[in-house]
């Protein structure tokens, strides 16, 4: 089945995002720099960069990178949010809490007229996201 996954990059603080989300959502983080792929030819100044990076948990997955000098940098956006489904209420709120620490929050965790429990905020890295657990 075709899956698609959130990319996302970072302007030199990937390692830091990535582990603190890792802590917040749990799973496996993976990390590579571009200096164990590239040894040598990688320049002295982008070899502790993370290439790639991955949090795997269940059916989850989000990866991400830093941006390298001749790649240029990156502005974070508004165009695009990370939204979450959860499976309870009692993970919802705890996510919400963990991954909103630091960040503004535009609409707090409330019931909706969907009949979900919803949210929304920017984190302390200036992503945004968007929370919902569907109430049976």
Request: net charge negative.
């Amino acid at each position: 089945m075709t899956q698609l996954n959130v990319y996302l990059t970072f302007n030199g603080n990937c390692r830091e995002a990535m582990t603190f989300y890792n802590d917040c959502i749990g799973g496996t983080l993976n990390l590579q720099t571009f200096g164990d792929a590239g040894g040598e030819a990688t320049p002295e100044a982008e070899r502790d960069l993370v290439m790639h990076a991955n949090i795997v948990k269940d059916g989850f997955l989000l990866m991400a990178s830093d941006t390298s000098e001749q790649h240029g940098s990156v502005t974070t956006g508004s165009s695009i949010s990370l939204s979450m489904n959860c499976d309870s209420e009692e993970e919802i709120n705890s996510m919400f809490a963990a991954i909103s620490a630091g960040g503004t929050v535009t609409m707090p965790l409330e019931d909706t007229f969907w009949g979900a429990r919803f949210g929304m905020f920017t984190d302390k890295f200036g992503m945004p996201w968007m929370m919902n657990y569907d109430k049976k």
